[in-house]
């Protein structure tokens, strides 16, 4: 048994959302009872005890699309590296470090960014990885990664014709193997598989057409759509209809499918998306940084599609990607009114309901019988706070680093900021040998 209490308890269960000093209670994986510290730690007299110290305790969060490789771009500088457009960015630096990733490399940067989720209270991550210089075994040293530091994770890897047709097939076959290994395992609790594609102008007829034969049944699809208006540009020009159309033209779109951006899609394709009950993931720091636009999301929201809240590789903490979500779309409408609701429903609600697609045992909320996926944090209010405004406390008072303990599905991921048998010194030591081997590489060209 855990305890996990002494703490404003933020439960995001709608029939009892906030308990002024209040308790979780996990047996093994899952959530048993939540309720009053005082009764809770009578009640439950030799649980083992994480106390809050009067801070939060709140539902791990989820990452609905990231990028773990990009781990090893932090700070790198590419010779030569002068882009104009996306177009030159994805080249000149997205594909040029994946085609320099090795399986070490591939594991370090797993490694680094499940370390840093855990210290910023991400406890799900939906992953879109590539590594075009090893494809075989690349998701399974990623899923290794993923369990041995406890983290919920569900990957894909990003198919593409952009280095050839060996490539290409190593990227399906790669896909393919690790869904079926997830399918395969005895607990599938903490690892998925989905079907990954890059997008749509960097997929043939043949290959869209291969993937689909070859996906198994219901994987469902990762894929990134419309970020740039390039994207929408080669749709038109090479096929004569737009993104969605010709997702849909393949059986791609679907209740197992996750949309990345969709910035440049009009309200014919939004109806499309919502009637194939598809998911869509909105990244807004990637699309500000890469000044690729911003997307429709309060439009796509209204319409009734299911919409979660990703990084794509920017940062594992879902609390600044929530704030920029928040000033992204008010000053794009230039109204101040909008995103309060929309916002929170994609990181707190819409997360959730996505990764129930993947995952049989709930999460996202603290709640019996929901998996015990449960962070605290060190933040104390200096004006009042209760059940009704917990989300304007989060926005404008809250960040990761504030995160000093993480449980996932029961496991003590980090107890007061200590992430056991963790040895930081030597591990980013070995982070540094092999990021400074990429960058080498990847500069002597």
Known sequence: MLLIGNGRLITRNPDMPFIENGAVVCDGRLIVEVGEYSVLRDKYKQAD??????????????????????????????????????????????????????LEATRYSAAATYIDCIRNGCTTVFDHHASYAMIPGSLFAIGEESLKYGIRSCLCYETSDRDGQDKCDQAIRENVDFIRHCRDLQ????????????????????????????????????????????????????????????????????????????????????????DTDTMVVHNPESNMGNAVGCPPTLKIMSKGILTGLGTDGYTNDMFESMKAANVLHKHNLCDPTVAWDEVPRMLFDNNARMAARFFKTPIGKLKDGYSADIITLDYDPLTPMDGTNINGHILFGVSGRYVTSTICAGRVLMRDRIIPGFDEEEFYAHCREVSGRVWKAINSR
């Open 187 to 274: 607990d599938p609790e903490l690892l998925a598989g989905t079907f990954g594609m890059h997008a749509q102008f960097t997929l043939s007829d043949k290959t869209l057409e291969k993937c689909v034969d070859s996906a198994p049944t219901d994987c469902g699809f990762h894929i990134h759509v419309a970020e740039g208006i390039e994207d929408l540009h080669d749709s038109l020009k090479k096929h004569h209809k737009r993104i969605a159309d010709r997702l849909h033209d393949f059986g791609i779109l679907g209740p197992h499918t996750i949309l990345g951006h969709c910035i440049y899609i009009n309200e014919h394709e939004m109806d499309l998306i919502r």
């Open 49 to 102: 005890h994480i106390d809050a110290k009067g801070g939060l305790i709140m539902p791990g969060l989820i990452n609905a699309h990231n990028h773990i490789y990009s781990a090893m771009s932090r700070g790198i500088s590419i010779q030569g590296y002068a882009p104009k457009g996306f177009l030159d960015i994805l080249d000149g630096m997205w594909w040029t470090l994946d085609r320099h990733l090795d």
